[in-house]
């Protein structure tokens, strides 16, 4: 097959994601991961480097085998070209039909910290933020070319027992020492990232939480087909890329009728404007029946006089309170 013949077949792919049973599975936690990879872009102008990020929801980490972890019965959501609420409210959607939800004690979040997987607040509220393992360890590294083993060990005390106050005064004590320079900038940034991150640090450190495996699960997922190579893609080809590795890493298996080659090109980027805002059309339906089913509930209770009935505000909520807004509850 030429380059050319595979990248017509990319292009004319339909939109691929795995059917999510509706199985409400009793768990105690569930563990969603997310991180991104970074892509070399095609442009008008030359070149770009391109973030594509991706969210597995699961029960967590198998770690019956000592010598090969594993994540247990992950969902892959690629993300590419999506808000950060479109990707959270697949992931709450998948979940809801995944796992029961009323009755699970903690949700975790395990990322490096950036803004786009803090969205999750909007739509998982009660759901708790850990910091990747990766990322405290290669900061560390990072701090190693100015602070001595013992100072570091320090550092990490502080962190251990929760010490800011004494962190921030070893940090900006070598701040100091470094006088106005690139490393004292370096440094400042550094404890910024801790700053900033705290509570997540030290969730990683002190909770009885798996381990997180965002860095393996990107290697395996995306990075060794699209980023891992010196390649550079087109925006259109790199998301279904990304969303057919995701489908492929599902268990999905590709079919002759997933091949759209005649696809009128107003209605794919129409297709593409419409994932960019809400996500994949298989998951917003079942984030719409996680909405139908949470406002019958409020409805049922509304009509029972029970006037103090607190709605737990997550996920499918976003779709209640707009189907809410355009009509009266009551009626």
């Known amino acids: 097959m030429s380059r050319q013949t595979l990248h017509n077949r990319i292009s004319s792919l339909g939109e691929l994601v795995v059917d999510v049973p509706k199985t409400k599975t009793p768990v105690k936690e569930i563990h969603i991961f997310a991180d991104e990879d970074h892509v070399g872009v095609k442009t008008a102008g030359g070149k770009k480097n391109v973030m594509v990020p991706l969210v597995a929801v699961t029960q967590g980490i198998d770690e019956s085998n000592p010598k090969r972890h594993k994540v247990k019965n992950p969902l892959y959501i690629a993300g590419y070209r999506q808000s950060p609420s479109a990707i959270y409210n697949q992931a709450y959607a998948t979940a809801d039909r995944m796992f029961d939800l009323d009755n699970t004690e903690r949700i975790y979040v395990h990322g490096d910290g950036g803004s786009w997987i803090k969205a999750y607040r909007d739509v998982f509220p009660d759901a708790v933020f850990v910091m990747d393992e990766f990322h405290i360890t290669s900061r560390f590294k990072e701090l190693s070319s100015f602070f001595s083993k013992e100072d570091l060990a320090m550092l990490m005390k502080f962190i251990r027992e929760n010490n800011r106050r004494a962190f921030y005064e070893k940090m900006t004590e070598a701040i ?151 009509q009266e509850l009551g009626s």
Request: aromatic share 8%; hydrophobic share 35%.
């Open 176 to 326: 100091k020492k470094e006088k106005p320079s690139k490393k004292a900038a370096k440094l400042r940034e550094q404890l910024q990232y801790f700053v900033i991150n705290w509570d997540a640090i030290v969730r990683r450190k002190t909770l009885d939480v798996c381990g997180s495996c965002t860095e393996p699960m990107i290697s395996h997922v995306f990075a060794e087909r699209i980023s891992r190579t010196p390649c550079c893609w087109s925006e259109a080809g790199l998301e279904k890329m990304a969303m057919l590795r995701a489908f492929k890493a599902n268990g999905g298996v590709v079919e002759r009728n997933d091949i759209n080659v005649s696809a009128d090109k107003k209605a794919v980027q129409k297709g593409l404007k419409k994932r960019k805002e809400e996500g994949y059309d298989k998951y917003v339906k079942y984030a719409q029946e996680s909405a139908e089913e949470l406002e019958k509930r409020f409805r049922e209770t509304f009509h029972n006089g029970l006037a103090d009935y607190v709605i737990d505000v997550s996920g499918g909520v976003q779709q209640f309170i707009k189907r809410i807004s355009s």
